[in-house]
């Protein structure tokens, strides 16, 4: 039987002061509100990063097969155009982990409905071409099945809501070309696109890319270039690598959507830093809590270390005593603080019961992505963070001495 184990769960178990038993459920309380803002706050960032990562991915995809562009400016518009390669394509979509691959178009354009006007970027994409994961479509998709090219076009829902459109009602195109004189189209909303990223949905339309052929005088097999789809970002540097360097030759050039959006990335990055920051805070918050609790402890049962000094027991298994109530604390506030995170998590998850500004954050509610590894680091610091703050404190117990303190008994 490990004897300081046995001392120190007995004493726990069968505590009877008023005044311990406060300090004891104090310290667990603390503990637990530590870890548990620490896995709400983790989970939170987690999932802001990948809620925004997603809906940028979503509308831009992962990869940009376009002529070279030294700034990163994303500006399409008036480039040169570059021939479509049905070899190139075919090639990319058998790359591990590529989803899809289309071909695509950009222009500027102004959007015109009942006097108001709205300065846009139109992107031409073809039939075959899906939406991943984080934009949602409301209404229809355009139709592709007219022979020339199709007359509708998606409006993201913060473009219509300045228009004062809805889905099916028609709206003007004007295009801008070389000579100076606007080219009309007239086309229908066939329905609204939402992504919640400012940086999609005030800019960006979506039409049928033989309309911008045509608008352009281009001829059939001409575009801006190739957005690569991938099933994880994470393979977005080596896939770029890898066209740049066996599939590609000059002007096109192969870009990753963080390479040419760097500065949304860069936010994201210091979010990351700022929940690490939390973490240190609470971690440091817990530290302090539990080593005033436990020296608390020790100086409340003093008359018990003189005790067992008296009857022989060593100052190493003495402090085993404290260390191991140290552990079973944590191990206590450990387990409650996972419990209610998960409960908040989860509520958040069910109702969405935090809010955020949309325009701000791009997303109506705060998302909730739990890692569980990182959960579990969260548990496995603390615990011993718990046990290793007790170590300092439990120097105290050499300075009790059995004859002193047992006077009074």
Known sequence: MNLPFFIARRYLVKQKGAFSSFIIRLAIVATALSVAVM????????????????????????????????T??????????VYYNPALITAVKQMPHVTGCW??????????????????KIKGITGDYRFMEGVSISGANIDFADSQYSKQILLSQTTANRLNVRAGDSVQLNFFVGDGLPRIRKVVVSGLFHSGMD????????????????????SADSINGYQVDLDN??????????????????????????ENYSFIFEWLQLQRVNG???????????IINMGAVLVILMVDRAMM???LKALGMTYEDTRSIFLAIAALIGAAGVLLGNVVAFLICWAQLRFGFIKLPEDIYYMRYAPIKIVWWQVGLIDVITLLLCVLCMWI??????????AKVLQFK
């Open 72 to 81: 990163k400016s994303n500006s399409l518009s008036f480039s040169d155009p």
């Open 393 to 402: 404190p439990a120097l105290y117990i050499r300075r009790i001495q059995p």
């Open 199 to 218: 940086e999609v949905d005030k800019i960006f339309a979506v039409c049928d890319l033989r309309l911008l052929q045509r608008v352009n005088n281009w």
């Open 103 to 120: 071909a695509f178009a950009e222009r500027p354009i102004i959007v015109q409905r009942n006097g108001q006007m709205e300065g846009l």
């Open 233 to 258: 970002a994470a393979y977005a540097d080596t896939v770029a690598n890898y066209i740049h360097n066996n599939l590609i030759m000059p002007p096109l050039e192969a870009y990753t959507t963080t």
């Open 305 to 307: 270390i003189g005790l």
């Open 276 to 286: 690490v920051i939390l973490l240190f805070i609470m971690a440091a918050v817990a």
């Open 39 to 70: 896995i709400v706050a983790l989970a939170v960032v987690t999932g802001f990063n990948d809620a925004i990562t997603q809906k940028l991915y979503g509308f831009m995809g992962h990869v940009h097969i376009v002529p070279f562009d030294e």
